[in-house]
């Protein structure tokens, strides 16, 4: 039975590169969500078993009209990947001589962190309306960032919301994979996105960090597949342990990035009662 994807942040970049390796095959339905309509439109003609909806992701209702009408146009929803972000191009070191300084603005947080907090509260909700059949086969992935792994000075503002996507992807994970659902966070380095300006990619980065974006895709169908991961340093991660993960895409792999470690008897009591441990 043909499976169902939703992809936020779908019309360009990394979203589109799933949905187009997806939509190759005769399994998945896609349907790609993003607010530009023009390039939606585009995106979707260009594919095949794809369908683009208009919605932006800070836009609760919106997104939740979407989610509902893909459920009950199909009846399951599979794979859902949040995607959906936006670079950080403001000076947040920038000086105020005078006054009370400029609103720095929050639209950043809004789509990185809320627009994902959304997406999955809402797959969160239809998994677990879809078939039963469908559990532990179902995924939601958040795209994080080396950014949210590292810290990033040059965009401090989009390295916290990408860190706070890991964060909450650990948090969830163990809770949902009880639930049949897979919860990771695909955090890749340096990929030629939209995200930024080619010109201030080159700028910062150096051509030879970029990352192929099949590498990016490919790492993105593994987890779909549901079976044992081996990474770049030799770690492998059974299928029925792969959630909850930071899986960082690097050069021609990844690797997996553990959580901080435990360093004594009273932290490991405490992450014991905050992760509902007895």
Excluded at 47 to 73: E, G, H, K, P, W
Excluded at 137 to 159: A, E, F, K, W
Aim: hydrophobic share 40%; with cysteine.
């Amino acid at each position: 039975m043909t499976k169902v994807a939703l992809i936020t942040g779908g019309t360009s970049g990394i979203g589109l590169a799933v949905a187009k390796d997806l939509s190759q095959t005769d399994s998945w339905q896609v349907n790609i969500i993003g607010s530009n309509q023009e390039r939606g439109q585009e995106a979707a003609a260009s594919l095949s078993n794809v369908t683009f909806y208009q919605a932006d992701v800070r836009n609760y209702q919106q997104l939740a009209a979407v989610f509902d009408q893909i459920f009950n146009a199909t009846g399951r929803i599979d794979f859902v990947f949040a995607n959906a972000g936006r670079a950080d191009y403001a000076d947040f070191f920038a000086e105020c001589e005078t006054g009370i300084p400029p609103d720095p603005g929050s639209e950043i947080v809004d789509i990185n962190v809320n627009g994902a907090l959304y997406t999955s509260y809402l797959a969160m909700h239809y998994f677990r309306r879809s078939p039963e059949s469908t559990k532990g086969h179902r995924n939601l992935i958040l795209t994080s960032s080396i950014g949210g792994l590292y810290p990033c000075m040059l965009s401090s503002v989009y390295s916290g919301t990408k860190h706070a996507l890991v964060g909450f992807t650990r948090s969830v994970g163990e809770r949902l994979w009880a639930e049949g659902v897979r919860v990771n966070a695909l955090c890749p380095g340096v990929v030629e996105t939209p995200l930024l300006a080619v010109e201030a990619f080159y700028k910062i980065y150096p051509r030879d960090i970029f990352i192929p974006m099949d590498v990016v895709t490919g790492v993105v169908s593994q987890l779909l597949s549901g079976g044992d991961m081996v990474d770049a340093k030799g770690m492998r991660v059974a299928g029925d342990e792969m959630h909850s993960r930071a899986v960082h895409v690097s050069g021609e792999s990844f690797l997996f990035i553990e959580k901080p470690e435990i360093h004594d008897e009273q932290t490991q009591m405490t992450w014991a009662a905050m992760m509902g441990h007895k």
